[in-house]
């Protein structure tokens, strides 16, 4: 039971599923392609290679660089010398005002968006009334 909770069995299912699925609509087309299968999904295969390898990389480097962090005394919590719970507490607070600093910057751009569209709209070319 302990090997199909291990991160391989579950990478080796998922990758067993997808081709038992791509097999199965291979076999039954859901649609009629004019253009040949295989061309059609190269580039998600080629995509999808590019993920993977993109995920592996930035995964062993984040480790290492955490790792490398912790060893040479690295960062701001290494500065002061605080509680474990009062670093948790520290760290979601950050985690928390940057993440809800990008929803807000998301939100802006938006917003901003909507008033140029809104400008470009106006056949005499002023903005803002001047």
Avoid at 11 to 23: D, K, T, Y
Avoid at 57 to 63: C, G, K, M, W
Avoid at 108 to 129: I, V
Wanted: hydrophobic fraction near 55%.
């Amino acid at each position: 039971m302990q090997f199909w909770l291990s991160e391989p069995a579950r990478l080796l299912v998922l990758v067993a599923l997808c081709g038992f699925l791509w097999s199965l609509e291979s076999i039954v087309p859901l649609y009629q392609y004019q253009n040949s299968r295989l061309r059609h999904a190269l580039p998600n295969l080629a995509l999808t290679l590019i993920l993977i390898l993109m995920n592996l990389a930035l995964s062993f480097s984040s480790a290492y660089l955490a790792a490398f962090t912790v060893r040479n005394g690295i960062g701001l919590f290494f500065l002061f010398n605080l509680s474990p719970w009062m670093k948790v507490a520290l760290g979601v607070v950050a985690l928390d005002l940057s993440a809800s600093t990008a929803c807000i910057i998301q939100k802006m751009r938006l917003m901003l968006r909507l008033l140029f569209a809104s400008t470009r709209a106006n056949p005499s070319g002023e903005y803002f009334g001047s």
